[in-house]
């Protein structure tokens, strides 16, 4: 993880942080499923008390990563299944947010867009993962700020916890960004000229790809 986004981490509320931690741990299947966690044992592995574990495990239970069950709380993780779930769920909120977007983006806004898309060149051009996901996530987060669908980009940000581990996951295993930055750059291009339906499509494509490298990079994670 990068400076930058450890000093983020730890500006969060404990629980928050801890939540975090967890949910780094079950993406990349340190913390594999069915394994019980238990609240004692996790205050003594993180140095907190029990309070801001239940708040980790009420956020990680909201996000499908964690389930209650009549003897506590266990690890779901993330199977072929989630995964499929996770970006359908996703490309159906950012068709929407992303056409919004479209119809409200101003000039600034397309600037910060573009300087976003910049940031993820020169990240692709230095190798460095970590700075990339964070430009990545920025790029998409903003169509829900721009959609002025405040109910949109609650559920978004439900979400957007998972996508960003999930983005440090995929874009560690990616050997060349480039082609995710160019992606990215062609979206910009569509949003730019106002054409809804290029960028929905482009956008479905993008999607899809990330969750189809989700799964493979989770296959090498499995077999490591």
Excluded: C
């Amino acid at each position: 993880m990068d400076q930058l986004a450890v000093r983020q981490v730890r500006q969060l509320p404990l629980g928050e942080r801890v939540a975090h931690q967890l949910r780094v741990l079950i993406v990349t299947g340190q913390l594999e499923s069915g394994t019980h966690l238990v609240e004692g044992a996790l205050a003594d592995r993180f140095d907190v008390s029990r309070g801001p574990i239940r708040d980790a495990l009420r956020l990680l239970e909201s996000e499908g990563l964690v389930e209650s069950r009549r003897r506590g709380v266990y690890v779901t993780g993330l199977g072929e299944d989630d995964v499929d779930e996770l970006f359908t769920l996703r490309e159906s909120l950012e068709t929407l947010a992303l056409t919004r977007a479209i119809e409200r983006a101003g000039k600034h806004d397309i600037d910060v867009l573009n300087s976003l898309v910049t940031a993820m060149a020169e990240a692709a051009d230095e190798g460095d993962p970590a700075v990339f996901a964070q430009a990545d996530l920025e790029f998409h987060s903003a169509f829900y700020a721009l959609a002025g669908h405040r109910r949109l980009a609650a559920v978004w940000e439900q979400y957007r916890p998972v996508f960003a581990v999930i983005l440090d996951v995929t874009n560690t295993q990616d050997r060349d960004l480039h082609p995710a930055a160019e992606a990215h750059a062609d979206l910009l291009h569509a949003i730019r000229s106002g054409d809804v339906a290029q960028a929905t499509s482009l956008l479905s494509s993008h999607l899809l790809g990330a969750g189809n490298r989700l799964q493979a990079a989770l296959r090498q994670v499995a077999r490591t």
